[in-house]
């Protein structure tokens, strides 16, 4: 009997251990870990907001070089990237036709001096014939009609000079515009750059007669470029002539170009019910790297704060889930911004006052936060940097 007791006894004993074993285990298998934190430090430094847009690099000033006058190509003597100087020729049309019409005007022309001149002796001899006849008239020798056909004479005489001098300076005006248009035969520079297109090949013929066909294009200085950036009519009031601005370009991605907005121009730009405005940067390119025509993606600064006391801005967004279990108690006052930093091995909730926001950082204007304070940004996941929110926190 007391050997089947015993028996019993160490079973139930047994029994409660493993419950109780068991019980242990599922509660220290269970048992949440202490959060931990990712935290940044408060540094100093510029936040920046911007606006974003894109565009094409394109000289400051393009020149159409065309024609006034239809032909053939006789000739080519500028090319792509050619430098050039103002009154340098760079086509050459062929100059026949105009010329013979310059021959014929100048042939006019001489015809109607010719022309003068015997009419001018014609008055010489009307003149005389006139007075002739008033000599006779008064020693009653002659009839009164004889003088007044002698008068008559003298007076046409006298206005046929008239109309061929009117008919020279007709003459020479024609010889003018004819020697004009010899003269447009000749394509020249109308100022000092750089060929950036060529239109035309010698051999091919142009017609001017309805619309001035565009044979180069000539940029007068490539080292000063500007970028004509397309800003929707959202972001348009932040871009402020005078701005900072920065791009980049395809082909020197790791490059960043300095510039700032020369001009924000009043006409809007429509395409698909999509407004735009096109603004205008500024850039040096004394390098020559910029060519015309690059995409470029730019960043037009709205506003700044220089030198100025900074914090994530993700960590004014956070708060800790457990701040209430952990006892983290929040000292702002309700609406007001506050981030979390640790003081004397515990996180504590710090009010602020914000200044200027942009997309990393925002500027602390006011608020117990100094130099190197950690600010926490965010819960801690696998892999990333971890700091314990128990009294032992540690970074």
Known sequence: ????????????????????????????????????YVTTPVTQGDVVTTITA??????????????????????????YNTLVHKGQLCAKIDPKPYQVTVDQSQ?????????????????????????????????????????????????????LV?????????????????????????IVSPVDGTVVSRNVTAGQTVAASFQTPTLFLIATDLTKMQVDTNVSESDVAGAIEGANASFTVDA??????????????????????????????????????????????????????????????QALRFTPAAAAKLGLAKTAKP???????????KLVSIPVTVGLVDDTFAEIKAGDLKLGDQVVTSEATAGAPKVSATPSLKL
């Open 1 to 36: 009997m007391f050997n089947r007791v015993n028996w019993k006894l160490i079973g139930l004993l047994a029994a409660g251990a493993l419950v109780v074993g068991g019980a242990a285990v599922y509660w220290m298998a269970n048992l949440a870990a202490p959060p931990s």
């Open 335 to 345: 609406g007001q911004p506050a981030v979390w930093v640790e003081r004397a091995g």
């Open 252 to 313: 020197f991605p790791k490059r960043t170009f300095q510039g700032r907005v020369a001009q924000v121009r009043q006409a809007p730009v429509s395409v698909q019910n999509v407004i735009t405005y096109d603004v205008v940067i500024t850039v040096d390119n004394p390098s020559l790297a910029l060519k015309p025509g690059m995409t470029a993606t730019a960043r037009i600064v709205t506003a700044q704060s220089l030198n100025v006391l900074r914090v994530p801005s």
């Open 54 to 79: 894109s565009g094409s690099v394109n000289p400051v000033v393009v020149v159409e070089v065309g024609t006034y006058v239809s032909g053939t190509i006789e000739s080519l003597s500028c090319d």
């Open 107 to 159: 042939a006019d022309l001489d015809v109607a001096k010719a022309q003068l001149v015997k009419d001018r002796a014609n008055v010489v001899y009307t003149k005389i014939t006139h007075e002739r006849a008033d000599l006779l008239f008064s020693q009653d020798s002659t009839s009164h009609d004889a003088v007044d056909a002698a008068l008559n004479a003298y007076n046409q005489a006298v206005a």
């Open 162 to 186: 008239d109309l061929d001098i009117a008919q020279i300076a007709q003459k020479a005006a024609a010889l003018k515009a004819a020697q004009i248009n010899l003269n447009y035969t000749n």
